[in-house]
């Protein structure tokens, strides 16, 4: 079993950064891959960026490539993901997730634990 709970967000200019942070309890974590996803009003929830169970693998979506880094710190058990350069249309709720696999997956179907979200709210 593992706890997630993220937090960092908030309301930001377009232009602007947050770094949000995923803190998670449970011995399993540091040898899972961990996700961060989002959902915004009215769509589905989309894969944003990726990090393998030690850090050096990672993988971006296209609207993230450039702007977003995810990075873990393992002996903390913490997951980051940093936004730069923010825009309006990444207003949403910002999940973390983590899979029972140390390798990174897109589908958020394939994750089994979940943090309750953090809003992000860009404007413009």
């Known amino acids: 079993q593992v706890l997630l709970v993220e937090s960092g967000g908030g309301l930001v200019q377009s232009g602007g950064s947050l770094r949000l942070s995923c803190v998670a309890s449970?011995?399993?974590?540091?040898?899972?891959?961990a996700g961060w996803f989002r959902q915004g009003s009215g769509e589905e929830r989309e894969f944003t960026a990726g990090?393998?169970?030690?850090?050096?693998?990672?993988y971006y979506a296209d609207f993230a490539t450039g702007r977003f880094t995810i990075s873990r710190d393992i002996n903390k058990n913490v997951v980051y993901l940093e936004m730069n350069s923010l825009k309006p249309e990444d207003t949403a709720v910002y999940y973390c997730?983590?899979?029972?696999?140390?390798?990174?997956?897109?589908?958020?179907?394939?994750?089994?634990?979940w943090g309750r979200g953090t809003q992000v709210t860009v404007s413009s």
């Open positions: 997730a983590t899979l029972r696999s140390r390798y990174i997956n897109l589908n958020p179907g394939a994750y089994s634990f």
């Open positions: 449970g011995p399993d974590f540091s040898i899972y891959a």
């Open positions: 990090t393998d169970w030690v850090g050096s693998d990672k």
